[in-house]
């Protein structure tokens, strides 16, 4: 990077910051999102079940028989949880895109030599 000044070679480097914790947001959300479909899948199935018929339940390497209202009230639970997740890595990611996208403005115009760059 000669000829890029200290200020934006540190900038290029925060730039990179912030793509690396997008990607891994994305990451987490993907294994959140799939874990909400998971659980929503096993409430569809649930319905199809008898009240009074056993459920059983993975608990690590041991099956557990659980009565089918505890299992769908644990699932339901987790479910919320779990988008609670998913919305709170979404704003993460919308807040770390608009940074990204504001750096990246000023790491061009620096570049360019249209404006001196902004230290954020």
Do not use: C, H, W
């Not at 199809?48 to 608990?59: Q, T």
């Not at 028989?65 to 609670?84: P, S």
């Not at 998913?86 to 940074?99: A, D, H, I, P, Y």
């Amino acid at each position: 990077m000669n000829g890029i000044s200290p200020k934006v070679q540190n900038q290029i480097a925060m730039l990179q910051q912030i793509q690396q914790q997008m990607q891994t947001i994305g990451a987490q959300k993907t294994q959140y999102e799939m874990a909400v479909r998971e659980a929503k899948r096993a409430t569809e199935e649930l319905k199809d079940v008898a009240e009074d018929a056993p459920v059983y339940l993975s608990v690590g390497t041991v099956m557990m028989q659980k009565k089918k209202e505890e299992v769908e009230k644990n699932l339901t639970e987790k479910i919320e949880t779990l988008e609670l997740r998913v919305k709170s890595l979404e704003k993460q990611e919308t807040m770390l895109q608009g940074k990204f996208e504001q750096l990246q403005a000023q790491i061009k115009q620096a570049l360019e030599g249209k404006a001196p760059v902004n230290a954020s």
